[in-house]
């Protein structure tokens, strides 16, 4: 795989664009308050007006017709959060709209109601969605062709080495305040473990592609007896990312988010190694697995005495958590279908506080639980519409990554990484802060579905195709482009 040149790499500036707003955003607290979740979509929302202006009528067309259920899903889900947030007068709403009205409206006498417990806060929540969902169709119409994903693995590497700098700085920064795990100024290490774990993926499905097609010439200058050290020779950059990355995983001591990590990786890895991938495409290289495994080793050794420091507090922590999950477990099944309100977390944590749990729920942000505040705020019926929007692009990526079509370690990485939010999910918040939400969704927009051959291996085809005329016989020189054409597709 070859570097993208700077000019390659400015011909997409919606990629750069986005990458660039997001990482904004995670320097300035992952834009976790209302102004920042705004900002961000509106930002976004500009990129993906300008990537529409500027795209191929037939790419858009095409990229809305792979993704129709999705767009559907999210529309539905629009129109939904929007019914739930409007006030109704008593006088002039009919009596069935009034019965689905929230509860605590006639607990305070009044005269009008809505779905939603503060519909202003389920606004504030919609306008953050649009982040996400604007990076997700960003994603999908920058990947077109294999010089499109080249440019954009491109920005990732320059993206997550940057990252995992400055939040080395700010960790050091931050010593002299008694700060003894990283977080990358989102306010929570855990939700950094999510992140650094997306972007370890990203990066290891671009190593695997450059060590598939190194240079010959490189290649060669490597010692027989240094071969399986290749990917420090081929990419060194690219490992040295990597490697960041993983020690400051270690680095924000997250049990569950380097457990999640882990399991990714193996998902990953057994996406990419499997048995049923074909030998003459390029085959699987050990020696990838090696070095990720020499890094992981050796992180562990030095590091690993701040994971288990924290082992020893993993009794305490899960007593408060189970708190919170009970209680708002608890006010779910109180409104199980329509739920209480997009983005209202916050209202019902202080409605149904009680003496009991104010002391492990009062000072809280999340339930730590995506999938219980999900339900408690969307029900039954909002978690449906979010699985039907992420669905079909999950299931386009496993589906290409397991039959090896045309970037399939990079459909194999987004998977993986979707995987990783929704493990660490079950006991985190990372997927709701909206700049890791944008990253995931740009990067599965982008890496889920199947692009076309790029410019430069048409013509090449091409090229040899009309070469090959003037010495070959018509059966030969067919036969040839064919063997060209399913290289050029790998």
């Known amino acids: 795989m070859r570097i993208a040149a700077p000019e390659t790499v400015l011909k997409r500036p919606a990629a750069a664009a986005t990458l660039g707003l997001v990482f904004a955003a995670m320097c300035t607290g992952g834009a976790q308050t209302a102004t920042g979740a705004a900002l961000l979509a509106a930002s976004l929302c500009g990129v993906l007006a300008l990537a529409i202006a500027t795209a191929p009528a037939k790419a858009v067309l095409a ?7 999705s767009l559907l899903a999210a529309m ?13 007068v008593s006088e002039t709403t009919p009596a069935f709209i009034r019965m689905l009205w929230h509860p605590v409206w006639a607990e305070f006498g009044a005269q009008h109601g809505a779905i939603s417990i503060s519909p202003y806060r389920s606004i504030e929540g919609l306008i953050g969605f649009f982040g996400p969902l604007a990076a997700f169709a960003i994603g999908a119409l920058t990947v077109r062709e294999r010089d499109d994903r080249r440019a954009v693995s491109t920005l990732l590497i ?33 939700a950094a473990a999510t992140l650094l774990g997306i972007l370890s993926l990203m990066i290891a499905a671009r190593l695997l592609r450059i060590v598939r097609r190194p240079n010959p010439g490189a290649l060669k200058q490597i010692p027989s007896r240094l071969r399986m050290m290749t990917p420090v ?10 490697a960041i990355l993983l020690g400051c995983l270690l680095l924000t001591g997250s049990r569950a988010g380097i457990v999640a990590t882990g399991a ?22 050990s020696d990838v697995l090696i070095s990720i495994a020499l890094i992981v080793g050796v992180l562990a050794i030095f590091g690993g005495q701040i994971v288990m420091g924290r082992m020893l507090s993993i009794t305490l922590d899960a007593g408060i958590r189970q708190t919170l999950l009970d209680m708002h477990w608890a006010i779910f099944m109180e409104r199980p279908w329509l739920g209480h309100g997009l983005n209202t977390f916050h209202e019902l944590n202080a409605h149904y ?3 009991e749990t104010w002391r492990d729920a009062g000072y809280v942000g999340a339930v730590h639980n995506i999938y219980v505040q999900a339900l408690e705020e969307v029900g039954v019926i909002g978690l449906v519409l979010f699985a039907l929007m992420l669905a079909p692009p999950l299931a386009r990526a496993g589906w290409a990554a397991i039959t090896k079509q045309s970037g399939a370690e990079w459909a194999a990485a987004a998977l993986a990484g979707c995987i990783l939010a929704f493990l660490h999910g079950y006991v985190d918040f990372g997927l709701q802060v909206p700049a890791i939400a944008a990253l995931l969704m740009f990067c599965l927009g982008a890496f889920s579905g199947r692009e076309k051959a790029s410019v430069s291996v048409r013509e090449e085809i091409v090229a040899d195709y009309t070469m090959s005329k003037t010495s070959e016989t018509m059966p030969a020189h067919m036969a040839k482009l064919t063997r060209i054409a399913t290289l050029s597709d790998k």
Do not use: C, E, K
């Open 63 to 69: 990229a809305s017709r792979q993704h129709w259920l």
């Open 76 to 88: 539905t889900f629009t129109i939904y959060v929007l019914a739930s947030a409007w006030i109704g």
């Open 158 to 190: 320059g993206f997550a080495g940057a990252l995992a700098l400055v939040s080395l700085y700010w960790l050091w920064a931050d010593s002299a305040v008694q700060q003894h795990r990283l977080d990358a100024r989102l306010g929570s290490a855990n």
């Open 233 to 242: 020779f081929l990419a060194p950059i690219t490992m040295s990312v990597l």
């Open 264 to 285: 990714a990786l193996m998902i990953f890895t057994a996406l990419v190694w499997a048995p049923w991938r074909a030998a003459n495409r390029g085959g699987p290289r």
């Open 353 to 355: 506080l009680t003496t």
